[in-house]
């Protein structure tokens, strides 16, 4: 593996957190199923998950990217505002976030559930036709293994946190849901920050 490719990964699972941390359906989704199915609903979730992220890949991948690879810059400069304002957003809610929401009717299934609560919840789309399909172009860039190796980061950001969510609950450790969660969102939102700016500057014609 390639410095190149292990750096994608890193840089996709860490900025995949601030997908995977924001409290939403899918978390909801998670922590219903395992109150009643045990730890491994979390991957299951997930997995259902995925599969409208493997979509959302092959569309940005065959037609997307195609239209947009030749604004680098402008893309890096979107990008970075977009990774700006959800950090300075997680940031503003880590102060009341608990990690438990109301209930928005989710399904049973594990895996419809995953598939379903990211099609209906709009920070997701929002997400990935700003912050994500910025990276992933980027990515694209380089080739279809960092493409595949971004995907891969993001995936084991879900799937790590979502499955850490299944163990706490099925085990009754609530402790990092209602306490280490906010300071975990935190370091996120500041991180987010941080690689805004970066992708901001980095965009800048004298750099």
Known sequence: MTPGISETIL????????????????????IQASLCG????????TAGHMLIESLLFLLILTGVSAA???FSREIAVIGGISLIVFGIMT??????ASGVEKNHGVVSNPYIAGFLTGVSNPYFWIWWFTIGGVLLLSALEDGL???VAFMAGHWCADL????L??????????VLLFGGYRYVLIVC????TLFGLSFIVSSLPWV
């Not at 699972?13 to 989704?29: E, N």
């Not at 299944?166 to 085990?171: Q, T, W």
């Not at 939102?189 to 987010?192: I, L, P, R, S």
């Open 189 to 192: 939102g500041a991180a987010m």
């Open 68 to 70: 947009l690879i030749g």
């Open 160 to 163: 790590g946190w979502l499955t």
């Open 11 to 30: 840089l996709s699972f860490f900025i995949g957190l601030s997908g995977a941390l924001a409290p939403g359906p899918t978390l909801v989704a998670t």
């Open 145 to 147: 293994s960092f493409g």
């Open 91 to 96: 940031l503003k809610g880590s102060g009341g």
């Open 165 to 174: 969510v299944s163990l706490g609950i099925d085990r009754g450790r609530n």
């Open 38 to 45: 045990g730890w491994s609903m979390g991957p299951k979730v």
